[in-house]
């Protein structure tokens, strides 16, 4: 795609080269960062244990979790990859940077396990009756 700003780039839009693109980046997250690999495969079980009980809210509640911390944990990924490109050495700006990227990252995993640790209670109050 051209970039109106920079005057750089392919002419068109292209959706299905975007789709592409994304689905590569998350691929290679999943395939290369457990902390982004272990989430998808977790929230992906409670996804169809919660399809197999038929909960549809309690599938997009854990589906909008798990989205926030897997744009969370891209983002802090992609943040520090930057920081360790830009800069090698031990540098106290760049800690900072990412101390706060993880911060946020951290918040968006606290949300997330909340989320599944009362779905699974749900689930076992179900199992139980």
């Known amino acids: 795609m051209r970039n109106k700003f920079l005057g750089q780039g392919e002419e068109g839009y292209h959706p299905i080269r975007k789709i592409q693109v994304c689905l590569s980046g998350l691929r290679y997250a999943i395939r290369y960062d457990f902390s982004v690999a272990y989430k998808v495969y977790l929230s992906l079980v409670m996804l169809l244990t919660c399809f197999f009980f038929r909960q549809w809210i309690d599938s997009l509640l854990i589906m909008a979790a ?54 699974l209670t749900n689930f076992w109050k179900i199992l139980n009756i």
């Not at 360790?84 to 990252?105: G, H, L, V």
């Open 66 to 119: 798990t989205g926030l911390v897997l744009i969370a944990e891209l983002f802090n990924s992609a943040i520090e990859a930057l920081c360790d490109f830009i800069e090698t050495n031990e540098n106290e700006k760049i800690k900072i940077i990412k101390d706060i990227s993880a911060a946020a990252t951290g918040i968006s995993v606290l949300i997330w396990v909340v989320v599944l640790g009362i779905e």
